[in-house]
């Protein structure tokens, strides 16, 4: 929050947020707003921190989702719940889509079976949070809430057409050869869908956003650009260096690092 409030002001910018802001409602309003003072628009995807289910009164599951969703559009950040925007500045003009898609497990070895993944990544302490945190209520699983919103997103997708060019923002990577954690291998089952595996193309994505890995990074795939644009948690950055020393260019393509 600190390094937060020192951050300099980038009124020509827009701002992707690919999850993570807070866990409690209070915290997530506060973050939103002073993003919102320094931006001119911020666009939100949700992380799983964000919906983990904490003490207070914001309800669990889709219930909390939808009381963020209600706060960012409050203090004006645009969900993906709202009309996805086109990019108006200069050179070919582009849709940028945020979204929720979750996880179903399914980046995981072959011959793991789904039901005993967890005990898999339990043997090198590896499980994610999300187990005992993130309620998928009202669906009966996580991965059926992942597979809701991935064919609730692919329509929409479907609906702009593939001649428009996208960025997508996810908190998790598209693709399960993105997934880059050599410090915990076993928690790639909690970082994304196979479902997505093909979007970037099937789509015209220019540039693909995620922030789950905690590891920051670029990559490409089939001439599209996937950036990983994680902060961490307070030992993975620099205090010294201030918060926008870790923005990412997404957009002009030449600009990027």
Same mark, same amino acid.
């Given at each position: ?57 914001? @309800?669990?599951?889709?219930? /909390?989702?939808e +009381?963020?969703?209600?706060?960012? &559009?409050?203090?004006? %950040?645009?969900? !993906? ?20 898609l ?7 070895p ?12 339990r043997e090198?302490r590896s499980?994610?949070?999300?187990e ?28 702009? @057409?593939?001649?428009?060019? /996208?960025?997508? +923002?996810?908190?998790?990577?598209? &693709?399960?050869?993105? %997934?880059?954690? !050599? ?35 670029t ?5 599209t ?24 260019p ?8």
């Amino acid at each position: 929050m600190q390094a937060l409030l020192e951050m300099p002001a980038f009124p020509d910018d827009w701002l992707i947020v690919a999850g993570d802001v807070a866990e409690s409602l209070e915290r997530f309003c506060e973050g939103l707003v002073l993003l919102s003072e320094r931006f001119a628009k911020v666009i939100w995807a949700p992380g799983n921190h964000d919906l983990w289910t904490v003490p207070g009164p914001a @309800g669990r599951g889709l219930l /909390k989702y939808e +009381a963020m969703v209600a706060i960012a &559009r409050d203090v004006g %950040v645009v969900t !993906p719940e709202d009309p996805y925007l086109v990019w108006p500045g200069d050179g070919e003009p582009f849709v940028i889509v945020p979204t929720l898609l979750l996880y179903d497990y399914s980046f995981r070895p072959p011959e793991i079976p789904l039901a005993s993944v967890v005990a898999w990544a339990r043997e090198e302490r590896s499980v994610c949070g999300d187990e005992m945190l993130l309620d998928p209520a009202p669906f009966a699983s996580i991965s059926d809430w992942c597979h809701q919103r991935c064919r609730e997103t692919e329509r929409r997708l479907i609906e702009l @057409g593939p001649d428009v060019p /996208k960025i997508i +923002a996810n908190h998790y990577p598209l &693709r399960r050869d993105l %997934v880059y954690i !050599p410090r915990v291998p076993r928690f790639s089952p909690w970082c994304g869908t196979v479902l997505t595996e093909d979007w970037h193309t099937r789509f015209n994505v220019r540039v693909a956003v995620s922030g789950h890995l905690h590891v920051r990074r670029t990559d490409w795939r089939d001439g599209t650009r996937f950036e990983e644009v994680s902060f961490g948690y307070p030992q993975q950055w620099d205090p010294q260096r201030g918060m926008a020393a870790y923005l990412r260019p997404i957009w002009p393509a030449s600009d990027a690092t």
